[in-house]
């Protein structure tokens, strides 16, 4: 959620009434709480009103917003998760296609916003995938897949200075260092395969997070915080990944341990 919209008040209000059958008591706090987050997954002023009269209403009015807010979250990240895939396999047809279908069903002004960015997004991407250049108001790590099927498909990169700082920020971003970069910004053809080192790279960053956070969490879920840390140690020792070994540190900070030395 942004810093402007709270949903944890409404969904720990949900968690003691609906999961743990806590009596609803609607006291002039509750009232209002209910009242401003019928307001943001658009319910309207009458119903919500209507549903305030009583304990027994203003439940199914506690249970229609978590609702809302639950699938509207599903939703969204369930699409978002294949469109990312969808993108980085070069299929942005797709990956609209998924955010205009969130946004066919999506009644949450939230979850609507920000399906419309991620469609605006896409829109963009197609811009950098139909010239070759680089859009300074896209992430590098969104534009480097577009890019990289767009020379697979028998594009040379245009190397202007442009596309010059865009590839050196993305190798710097995964650790490249700039003797590993600059030679392969002499001809089109290096510039071209420095993209797939680029997003191999990425992928295999992702892949690494994935697999270290999936074992951390079965570690922490079963009491084991030392097999927790472990794993994350066993990750910073192979992790290159700047930001990537930034989250591994975090993690492993939540643990209550710093993080080695890289």
Known sequence: MTAELDWEPIRALGQRVIERGEPLELSDEVR??????????????EDTANALRSVPTATTLLEEITRRIREGSDRFWNAELRASD??????????????EEVLAV???????RIAESQLRKVT??????ASGQADPKLSVREQIPVLLHRVQRGHPLELNEGMRA??????????????ETEPALATPESAGALLGQIMGRYRDASDRLKSAMYRMTELQDAGDLEGARQQIRAWLAVEVVPRY????????????EPPPAP
Not at 33 to 45: K, N
Not at 88 to 97: M, P, V
Not at 124 to 129: C, W, Y
């Open 86 to 99: 969808l993108q980085d396999a070069g299929d942005l047809d797709g990956a609209g296609r998924l955010m």
């Open 166 to 179: 865009f590839l050196r920020r993305a190798a710097a971003d995964v650790g490249m260092s700039e003797a």
């Open 124 to 129: 963009r991407l197609k811009s950098v995938a």
């Open 106 to 112: 999506e009644v949450v002004p939230h979850y609507r």
């Open 32 to 45: 209002a709480l209910l009242q401003r987050s019928a307001e943001e997954v658009a319910l309207s002023p």
């Open 245 to 256: 070994r930034r989250a591994a540190e975090e993690n492993l900070a939540g643990l209550d």
